[in-house]
């Protein structure tokens, strides 16, 4: 399959975690968690997202995200979120089905959740016939590609904690936002008041495994048996643990993450100036949004692979990846001009 923008999940597996698996397969070890790596790189996520961060290892994002829901609610409560959100639109109803609670989206114009658009839907609170409102769950970034500054996260997890509500953020490409934004992962989550956070690695260079990190104690009782329940309990967890240890021990992240915002934003040099293309959302981490003659982009699916993001509009999505090249986008825009100059003739 040729390299295209379809998505960072397309991407293979950074060499350094390759290795990291290599070096953990050796001998036997205590399994579900309970060896030196997991420990190791619990210690680590403590670095990176200070002493009361408590990690679970799980299988992938939508299981991360379930498990964090399910920490924070019980199935007569109710999640705050964009509409646009993954929770919503990707995870083909896992909260609703494995929790049991409700979903309250949001229509956002940019995927950012603020006070004034959440307040919408904070009403109902003691009456027994409408589910609860209970959590705030935002994506960083979020699916539109933009970017919460570390002052518009403080604001809804005040508006949370006001209304005895948790804010979770789904961070899927925490990296890149993080390293976009110039902070740590610390600064951008447990020093802005969230309480629990779904912290991704798949799509920047893992080969497998996520975690959910656990930020504020009052969630974390019973979080080892929710993960049971859910299926998310990897018996040989070590080579998950070891993924992670290689990820955070070293600039591996940082690293990674630069390299796909860098060529995100190649990549919008190269196609924002050529007729017929209309960048709809800003370019804020390493994921491109752009408007394009339907005959256009479908065309163009023919040589790359990406999605059409709305395809009522002619909105399509491109992602980088930690192994996209420069080349890999000359030959992109090559391919692009082309398909347009087909179009106009």
Known sequence: MKRGFGSDNHSGISPEVL???AETNTGHA???GDDEWCAETEALFRQHFGDQAQPYFVF???GANTLSIDLMCRSHEAVVCAETAHINVDECGAPQRLVGCRLLTVDTPDGKLTPELVATRLHGFGFEHHSQPRAISITQPTELGTLYTTSEIEALAD???SHNMWLHIDGARLANAAVA?????RQMTTDCGADIVSFGGTKN???MGESVVVLNPELDRDARYRRKQMGQLYSKMRFVAAQFRAYLATDLWQRN???SNRMAKLLLESVSNIEGVEVVYPMQANSLFVRLPREVWTALQQDYF???WDEDDNVVRWVCSFDTTEEDIASFATALRQRLAEHRK
């Open 257 to 259: 993450a630069a390299h």
């Open 205 to 207: 260079g893992l080969m």
């Open 19 to 21: 290795q990291a698996i």
């Open 306 to 308: 990406f999605y059409d």
């Open 159 to 161: 508006l949370a904690h």
């Open 60 to 62: 992938n994002g939508t």
């Open 181 to 185: 934004l110039g902070l740590s992962f």
């Open 30 to 32: 205590l399994a579900y």
